[in-house]
């Protein structure tokens, strides 16, 4: 009975050290995105939806990042953290349109070619991919390994 | 296993801070490059082409260098056929360095004429197209382009020679006097010859003369042109030719009846 109470104890003592620093990350995040924003805010002024782009972006990543810490301990942090690196492979596809971004300002058409940023994004992004297949494969032995004993 | 997945994660951590800091530091840069066109100018070159003259300037405080500036332009007629076209290249503007480079085209206004007499005589609308392109930090390629038109004015609008008025200069020939009228509407000055052949009813020349045009810009001309004929010869339907000889083009001959 006593070991009962300690048990749930530990758990919600767990649960509150995860959650906490899924907020302290999720905090960071979001004030290294604060600053970069500052940055980038000219943009936002000739270019129609990108801070709405880039809002969503870091919006799910947040929460992706938040769910994913929140399930640490489990295979299911790995499940969030791959599909934090599909998500961002799809949404930097799908945002850049393929690499070659162009608007319409007044008369004047803008170009920018950003394949070479993509290029390199999707290779990082499937360095994440693969990073967090590897620990699930890992997780998955080690479980295995601490069953058998 | 989990000292290389840790090292894959720290790597990875890395280059996406590398990288988002160069593309993050590479955009803001951008609001610091400045460009100043200067007053478009216009010259006549020694074999006869007009020179068109754009100064740019270009000063660059961003973080990195400029690679790969170009500006082209495309002048093309109202059908789409291009009349001109120019491009002016600095391979690299490098960082906290102000470089100014004069943008040319060049229009042979005897080739455009060969095509179509009616640039001579006829106002018309060309079309511009202008693109300029740079590699920002050297690996991210932007261009901007825009198409706008432009009013052609034509240096001999509304061409017209008057009735001729015959005197009788001595007992063989007469004096023709024709009035000449035009606008010229282009923005470049006409100073030259205009020479002119009259021939009668059954294709005979019968006088020829020649008188000196100088035309301002955006301005009206009138004037008058004399020369003799034959008494014999004139009659009272033929017609004139004319021919053009000035500074920017030669034309002719332009056929006109008269009587």
């Known amino acids: 009975m006593a070991d009962t109470g300690n048990n749930f104890k530990k758990k919600i003592r767990n649960f509150t050290f995860k959650a906490l620093k899924a907020t302290v990350k999720g905090i960071l995040f979001y004030a290294i995105y604060f600053v970069l924003w500052m940055f980038l805010a000219p943009i936002s002024d000739m270019v129609p939806g990108f801070q709405q782009m880039i809002e969503t972006f870091v919006m799910v990543y947040i929460l992706l990042m938040i769910v994913g810490e929140l399930a640490s301990g489990t295979i299911f942090q790995y499940f969030f953290n791959v599909a934090k690196a599909l998500f961002v492979i799809g949404y930097l596809i799908f945002s850049l349109k393929g690499g070659i971004f162009g608007l319409t300002f007044q008369n004047v058409s803008l170009m920018v070619d950003l394949r070479l940023f993509l290029a390199i994004a999707m290779l990082l992004s499937l360095l994440g991919l693969a990073k967090s297949v590897l620990q699930a494969i890992n997780y998955m032995n080690e479980k295995a390994e601490y069953t058998r004993i | ?259």
């Open chain 2, 1 to 259: 296993m989990r000292v290389p997945i840790r090292m894959i994660g720290i790597a990875t951590t890395f280059f996406w801070i590398f990288l988002i800091a160069f593309f993050v530091s590479a955009v803001y840069s951008v609001k610091d490059v400045h460009f100043d066109f200067g007053e478009p100018q216009m010259d006549v070159t020694s074999d006869n082409k007009v020179v068109f003259s754009l100064p740019v300037s270009i000063a660059n405080s961003g973080f990195y260098n400029i690679g790969s500036f170009n500006i082209s332009t495309e002048i093309s007629d109202k059908e789409g056929f291009t009349i001109t076209r120019g491009s002016t290249f600095v391979p690299v503007i490098k960082k906290n360095d102000v470089v100014t480079i004069t943008h040319n085209m060049t229009i042979d206004l005897n080739d455009l004429l060969q095509q179509d007499k009616n640039y001579l005589f006829n106002d018309t609308e060309l079309k511009i197209y202008e693109a300029v392109s740079m590699r920002i930090a050297d690996v991210i390629p932007v261009q901007a382009s825009t198409n706008f038109s432009m009013p052609w004015g034509a240096p001999l609008y509304n061409f017209t020679l008057g009735e001729p008025a015959y005197a009788p200069y001595n007992l063989t020939h007469f004096r023709v006097t024709i009035p000449i009228s035009f606008e010229n509407h282009a923005f470049f000055d006409l100073v030259g010859d205009m020479r002119i052949r009259m021939y009668n009813s059954t294709g005979a020349r019968v006088g020829r003369g020649r008188t000196s045009l100088e035309a301002y810009g955006n301005s009206p001309y009138n004037g008058f042109i004399e020369f003799y004929v034959s008494m014999t010869g004139t009659t009272p339907t033929g017609r004139f030719e004319v021919y053009f000889s000035t500074s920017i083009f030669d034309y002719g001959p332009l056929v006109i009846p008269y009587g």
